[in-house]
């Protein structure tokens, strides 16, 4: 039998809809949608263990922001895009203290990138808090994976989590999804931190409250999705047969779009500005891009 996987909370309520039946309502489950600054955004929170159960995820809340205006090159489309995630954080952030950010993934592997790209658009200024006091203490930390350094993200960060001290953590890492459509048109932002490489089937320690002792935000982006998956996908939408699906021979592979270095590269700028935006209220978009550049 096929197992179909998702990253994101949204899809997997969807699917326990598709499987129960539309009218059936999931309890220890409360989803909406809402809009904010043009764009849809999709919240499901998951209120106890009867929830944690039917989505397969940890309670807490996620919020699912549809960025695809952006590829259809919508007027200040990107700016919007950035302010309506800054918007999403902003409650699930502490208003003070310092704040660590790590981008997860490979930087060599493109739709395993946008934590590492990410990081080239976050405003640092722990090291300039006697010059410029008026700004909130950001750090940053560039994890890398494991099969290259030897050393696991959870470690790197519980390190710098000890002596830097943050009020917070924000971690961003590259998602699968389930549906092609999802691919590099979502962002989902979520307060229960997440797991490393979970999405492909190659868990790794969780980065959350309990392992680190601080809150941890995680933002992510669907960058890829199963072999196995898209083809239950194609073939759903051509209105084929998917009985042998469970045969198939691509257990392991992934796809992802043929425009994913562009895609990636704006998405990274994406998640970049919009942290920077609730992380230093003081400063517009202008300031951002001459202090970025």
Known sequence: MLTIHTDLAAEAHQLWRESAGQTTRLEGVIARDEELCGFPVTRVEILDGEGERALGKPRGIYQTLDVSALWRREEGAFFRAAQALAYLLEPLLPEEGPVLVAGLGNPAM?????????????????????????????????????????????????????????????????????????????????????????????????????????????????????????????????????????????????????????????LARVVGYGLDLMLQPTLEPDDLEALLA
């Open 110 to 266: 493109t739709p395993d990138a946008l934590g590492p790209r990410a990081l080239d658009h976050i405003l640092v200024t722990r090291h300039l808090q006697e010059a410029l006091p008026t700004l909130r203490s950001v750090s940053a930390l560039g994890a890398g994976v494991v099969g290259s350094t030897g050393i696991e993200a959870a470690e790197w960060i519980s390190g710098a989590v000890e002596r830097v001290r943050p009020a917070a953590v924000v971690v961003v890492d590259a998602l699968a999804a389930r549906s092609l459509d999802r691919l590099c048109t979502t962002i989902q932002v979520s307060d229960t931190g997440l797991i490393p490489g979970s999405g492909v089937g190659n868990h790794r320690q969780a980065l959350n409250r309990e392992t680190l002792g601080v809150p941890v935000v995680s933002i992510g982006v669907p960058t890829v999705v199963s072999v196995e998956t898209a083809a239950k996908d194609l073939l759903a939408q051509a209105g084929g047969d998917e009985e042998n699906l469970g045969r198939l021979q691509g257990k392991g592979l992934f796809v992802t779009p043929d425009s994913i270095d562009y895609k990636l590269r704006e």
